[in-house]
């Protein structure tokens, strides 16, 4: 293993809500690498106090900025999303907004008819771009095959169909 060291930086700035222009109260914000992952990603959540947040000692690279709401209630989630760049010093009036995300209603079917319930299959988006989210938007199917998946942003996905009976495959 060879190692090297390279220059880090800082990214901070506040989060609000793109609708009503206020501040979001303690959000969580994570910090995404962008690009082919040989591991799973790993999302370094953020410093926050108040509206505001900070990372520390983030190598250069694209990444991808998440930000939801702290104590979400009702039916109307919250999701703010942005790529970033860091190359070549601090990042530091980051301004993330976030605003109600769209979803996707859909339904698996079985050719030739179901042979009993089509619950708990697990439907899964992955960004075409591939960006990768954190956590993964999925939905989990009725016994009628019917699956609502939460939270997204405007952007092309891809339909990952995974945790179905042993008997049916894709």
């Known amino acids: 293993i060879r190692m090297r060291r390279v220059p880090v930086f800082r990214i901070a700035g506040r989060v609000v809500n793109a609708v009503t222009g206020q501040p979001a109260s303690n959000p969580y914000v994570n910090l995404i690498a962008k690009g082919p992952l040989v591991l799973p990603a790993v999302a370094i959540q953020a410093v926050v106090h108040e509206d505001t947040f900070e ?21 109307t989630i919250l999701v703010g999303r942005q790529g970033i760049t860091v190359s070549r010093g601090d990042l ?10 769209a979803e996707i209603a859909g339904r698996v079917t079985l050719e030739g008819g179901s042979a009993g319930p089509l619950s708990m299959i697990d439907v899964t988006l992955a960004s075409a771009e591939g960006i990768y989210y954190y956590p993964l938007p999925t939905g ?11 939270g997204l942003e405007r952007a092309t996905f891809r339909v990952v169909v995974s945790k179905f009976p042993p008997e049916m495959y894709v």
Do not use: C, K
């Not at 990372?55 to 039916?75: H, I, K, N």
């Not at 530091?92 to 995300?101: E, G, H, K, M, S």
């Not at 989990?140 to 939460?150: A, E, L, M, N, W």
């Open 55 to 75: 990372f520390d000692r983030v190598p250069p690279g694209e990444y991808l900025l998440q930000a939801t709401p702290d104590g979400m209630s009702g039916d």
């Open 140 to 150: 989990h199917t009725g016994d009628d095959g019917s699956f609502v998946v939460r």
């Open 92 to 101: 530091t009036d980051v301004l993330l907004q976030i605003a109600p995300a």
